[in-house]
T-cell receptor, first 112, second 113 residues
Framework: GESVGLHLPTLSVQEGDNSIINCAYS??????FIWYKQESGKGPQFIID?????DKRQGQRVTVLLNKTVKHLSLQIAATQPGDSAVYFC???????????FGSGTQLTVLP | DARVTQTPRHKVTEMGQEVTMRCQPI?????VFWYRQTMMQGLELLAY????????DSGMPKDRFSAEMPDATLATLKIQPSEPRDSAVYFC???????????FGPGTRLTVT
């Protein structure tokens, strides 16, 4: 089965700096990857996704990078703001079941 | 804007009582997922439905949990009897079968004393 892990459970960054959150997955057949943001007391909110036929995808202030060779995924947040403070989850999907397997989450804290 | 809704948002009950959580998926979405989130286990998939048919409920304790979709606009998760170890936040998510992204509701925070 799939296992998904994040490299760091917590990350603190200064406001205005860039943030990088990393994620590793185990199943080389995984073909869909997604990042969620979860604020306290709320449900996970979709940020950005990427399929295995791409290496990079950009959104508004966010970029997802996929390295299939080492089975590594990262989320980059540019010019981190206080509103970015939350728990960030990566999730991966593979096979016909199309179920998402979630990592354990990284708590991002933005320091003033 | 379209979003998944869940009721109740909070539920406190005593051990042994029945608990029913409800979810309204985004209109037009044909897949519905139930997750449980705890500090120790993170997000765990309990069950999911496609076109109202249950596809996988292997994550649910079968003796006390049940999930149904009476119609396309309502999904329910029932626990009977509830136990303190069921205390968690329960999320519903919906999506389209031809797409992978799932959209989460705000969750039901369940406390069983």
């Amino acid at each position: 089965g799939e296992s998904v892990g994040l490299h760091l459970p917590t990350l603190s960054v200064q406001e205005g700096d860039n943030s990088i959150i990393n994620c590793a997955y185990s199943n080389s057949a995984s073909d869909y990857f997604i990042w969620y943001k979860q604020e306290s007391g709320k449900g996970p909110q979709f940020i950005i996704d990427i399929r295995s036929n791409m290496d990079k995808r950009q959104g508004q202030r966010v970029t997802v990078l996929l390295n299939k060779t080492v089975k590594h995924l990262s989320l980059q947040i540019a010019a981190t703001q206080p509103g970015d403070s939350a728990v960030y989850f990566c999730a991966v999907s593979s096979g016909s079941a199309r179920q998402l397997t979630f990592g354990s989450g990284t708590q991002l804290t933005v320091l003033p | 804007d379209a979003r998944v809704t869940q009721t109740p948002r909070h539920k406190v009950t005593e051990m042994g009582q029945e608990v029913t959580m409800r979810c309204q998926p985004i209109l037009g979405h044909n897949t519905v997922f139930w997750y449980r989130q705890t500090m120790m286990q993170g997000l765990e998939l309990l069950a999911y439905f496609r076109n109202r048919a249950p596809l996988d409920d292997s994550g649910m304790p079968k003796d006390r949990f049940s999930a149904e979709m009476p119609d396309a606009t309502l999904a329910t998760l029932k626990i009977q009897p509830s136990e303190p170890r069921d205390s968690a936040v329960y999320f519903c998510a919906s999506g389209l079968s031809q797409a992978d992204e799932q959209y989460f509701g705000p969750g039901t925070r369940l406390t069983v004393t």
